[in-house]
């Protein structure tokens, strides 16, 4: 099951957050409210990534790497209280470089698909590289979850934060204007994981960011998603044709 939420904006800053309540009615169990950096591996290249864990008192914990800023897992409890991690992933970094599903990531520039590769703005036609047949699909062949992040541990009222950083220079996929996006993670004392984005550009540009989570509620290993349901909170929704556009 997948969760996203495409939302765009064009120049200046754009803002969005969303939240993921997972069982805030759920027995707790004992727990510290932290963060904890390990290492987590290294790209082909040499370049370090790190693994961030977000835990917050009731025992519930979210995993975030610097590549691609992933949600690497989310621990949480179902009904009875029985932790397991709901979210897919995988168990290295290179079980990430070599998957195609974007699991767990930082999607952007652009999330979803853009029809041939091209966008007009301000008059002008932009070329971008395809990567979904005709399209270009999350951002391109090295969208924002090939990227790596810098990230910083911070703590708010609802709980401990993970503050994720990534500058896109301009051209970067065939995209005008550099674009420095902030996603700030948040595990609440609630158990919800919230994901907030800013981005802010330098000239008009399109953007479009969401997190690309597949959930099984009944935890990792547990069989099919057929008998989930969800619930999207939206009044209005995006047709597409039979490209996906």
Not at 28 to 42: L, R
Not at 56 to 63: E, S, T, V, W, Y
Request: hydrophobic content about 35%; overall charge neutral.
């Amino acid at each position: 099951m997948m969760f996203m939420r495409h939302c765009h904006w064009l120049a200046g800053v754009a803002l969005a957050a969303l939240t993921l309540a997972c069982f805030a009615q759920a027995p707790s169990k004992k727990g510290s409210s932290d963060v904890k950096k390990q290492a987590y591996g290294k790209l082909p290249d040499g370049t370090p990534i790190d693994l961030y864990t977000l835990s917050n008192p009731n025992g519930m914990q979210a995993g975030i790497m610097t590549y691609g800023g992933t949600v690497v897992s989310l621990t949480a409890p179902d009904r009875s209280g029985k932790f397991a991690d709901v979210v897919l992933g995988a168990d290295s970094v290179e079980g990430y470089l070599n998957q195609t599903n974007f699991f767990g990531a930082l999607i952007g520039r652009y999330g979803n698909r853009i029809g041939h590769g091209t966008f007009k703005l301000d008059g002008k036609q932009y070329t971008l590289p395809k990567n979904d047949g005709d399209n270009t699909l999350h951002g391109g062949p090295q969208g924002f979850d090939k990227r790596v992040c810098k990230a910083t541990p911070a703590a708010s009222a609802d709980g401990q934060s993970l503050e994720v950083t990534y500058v896109s220079k301009d051209g970067e996929e065939g995209f005008t204007g550099t674009l420095s996006v902030k996603v700030v993670y948040t595990l609440t004392t609630r158990n919800e994981l919230k994901i907030e984005y800013t981005a802010t550009t330098d000239k008009d540009t399109v953007v479009n960011l969401t997190n690309h989570s597949y959930f099984n509620l009944a935890g990792e290993g547990q069989g099919d998603v057929l008998g989930h349901q969800v619930m999207i909170d939206a009044s209005r929704f995006t047709p597409v044709d039979a490209g996906l556009i």
